[in-house]
């Protein structure tokens, strides 16, 4: 499939804000004392050559809306030591038990189990303490606050529903695939776009535009991942492959078939570039990360 050509794509362009909230980040945690051991392992979380979509989205929705990247700066940091938490508690034993991710031991191979249980309630708690103590405005840290804890309620109730499923009912499968995404991937991705819609002053057509925007985005990166997961191999992805399916999980390609999973991809990608009709060039970043999106290779 080619929805778009990717080397069309300036890569470097589209995730130019990626360096900013690396170093933001580090020198957050640098300031923070915490045992050496700790940091050591938050570091090994965070730094680990991740692709920070989540903190480009934040700060491209702030941005789309006429804000300054600057002023969403904290609750990118912040949403990527979320994620980082979640990747290091599904990576272990009692969970996905997946002893590679980006090509590198998985935290607990890396620091022990006890240490990655604890370095990722650590990045939680520090995203909310990064917001709290790093943003100017009150009603903004408010506003960011509910976003980001509703969105990492909503993923963790996602991994639940998709690894401790108890009430399935007779959903049919794709409406299942879609509930369960829309909490595990999409609900971080959707905090995203509107923490950086509030930190830019998004009016409430804009903010509704933007969740629009993430709830397309969202779905189509699961579709990705999925397609991925079955297309490419470990050394592509840096990660084990194919374990999905083999734990009886829903995935797309496993209810469309692959074709099919192709043009949900298709399909969502053009939600994605509906929501953001609206929007001038100061949104185009956003419609070349979609575009990037759904065709990323890993
Ligand atoms: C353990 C509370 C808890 C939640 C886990 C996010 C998640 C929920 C599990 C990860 C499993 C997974 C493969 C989800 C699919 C989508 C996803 C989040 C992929 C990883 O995100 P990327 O591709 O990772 O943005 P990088 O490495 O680029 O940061």
Do not use: W
Request: with cysteine; glycine share 8%.
């Amino acid at each position: 499939m080619s929805i778009l050509d990717v080397n069309r794509l300036d890569l470097e362009q589209i995730t130019l804000p990626a360096r900013n909230v690396q170093a933001y980040l580090s020198a957050f945690l640098s300031h923070r004392p915490l045992p050496e051991n700790l940091k050591r392992a938050v570091e090994y979380a965070l730094f680990g050559g991740g692709k920070l979509v989540r903190p480009i989205l934040v700060i491209r929705c702030c941005e789309a809306v006429g804000g300054r990247p600057e002023q969403a700066l904290a609750p990118a940091a912040a949403i990527e030591l979320v994620h980082a938490f979640s990747l290091a508690h599904d990576d272990l034993p009692a969970m996905d038990d997946d002893d590679l991710r980006r090509g590198r031991p998985t935290l607990h191979k890396q620091e022990g189990e006890a240490m990655a249980v604890l370095a990722g309630d650590a990045m939680l708690a520090l995203a909310f303490e990064l917001i709290a103590t790093r943003t100017k405005s009150a009603d903004t840290a408010l506003e960011v606050t509910r976003e980001l804890s509703i969105g990492a309620n909503d993923m963790i109730a996602g991994q639940v529903q998709d690894t401790l499923p108890t009430d399935i009912g007779d959903q049919n499968p794709i409406d299942r695939l879609e509930e369960i995404h829309k909490n595990k991937t999409g609900a971080l991705i959707r905090a995203a776009c509107r923490m950086g819609g509030i930190c830019g002053g998004a009016a409430a057509a804009q903010l509704a535009a933007l969740t629009r925007y993430a709830q397309a985005v969202g779905l189509m990166f699961q579709a990705v991942d999925d397609l991925l997961d079955v297309t490419a191999t470990p050394d592509e992805l840096g990660k084990a492959v194919q374990k999905d399916a083999g734990h009886g999980k829903l995935t797309y390609p496993g209810v469309l078939g692959i074709q099919g999973t192709r043009e949900q991809i298709t399909r969502l990608h053009a939600q994605a570039h509906a929501a953001m009709e609206d929007f001038d060039k100061r949104a185009d970043p956003l419609r070349e990360l979609c575009d990037y999106l759904a065709v990323r290779q890993k």
